[in-house]
């Protein structure tokens, strides 16, 4: 059986510690449940929030509740609001995240993402 197998499992997210992670401005609160070479996270933004950082990780992206801006680094800026998704893979963007009301997403990343030649 391989390591990646993941058995059916039920997840109650208000059991899931959440971490804090300083952003430029505001602060991120993750819920993570890390299986082998795929990580799901719940992730609020606060008010205000601007991430301190570009990512070139992969991810799928799901709005839950609030409103996000995702600018893309020379590449202009999209906006996620509830029920609306982005996808993409590892080092084909460099993006952050901002948000001036806050956010809850639902965020999907892993090997699966990596870029393929």
């Given at each position: 059986?391989?390591?990646?197998?993941?058995?059916f499992q039920l997840i109650d997210w208000s059991s899931v510690p959440k971490t804090e992670h300083k952003g430029e401005t505001g602060v991120a609160y993750w819920q993570t449940i890390q299986f082998d070479?795929?990580?799901v996270r719940i992730v609020e933004y606060s008010k205000g929030y601007k991430a301190?950082?570009?990512?070139?990780k992969g991810h799928i992206v799901y709005c839950l509740e609030g409103e996000?801006?995702?600018e893309q680094q020379g590449a202009g800026s999209s906006v996620l609001?509830?029920?609306m998704s982005y996808?993409?893979?590892?080092?084909l963007s460099s993006h952050r995240s901002v948000t001036?009301?806050?956010v809850k997403l639902l965020i999907i990343d892993g090997d699966f993402l990596k870029l393929k030649s």
């Open positions: 059986m391989s390591t990646k197998n993941i058995p070479g795929l990580r301190d950082h570009w990512c070139e996000v801006v995702n609001k509830p029920g996808v993409v893979s590892d080092e001036e009301g806050g």
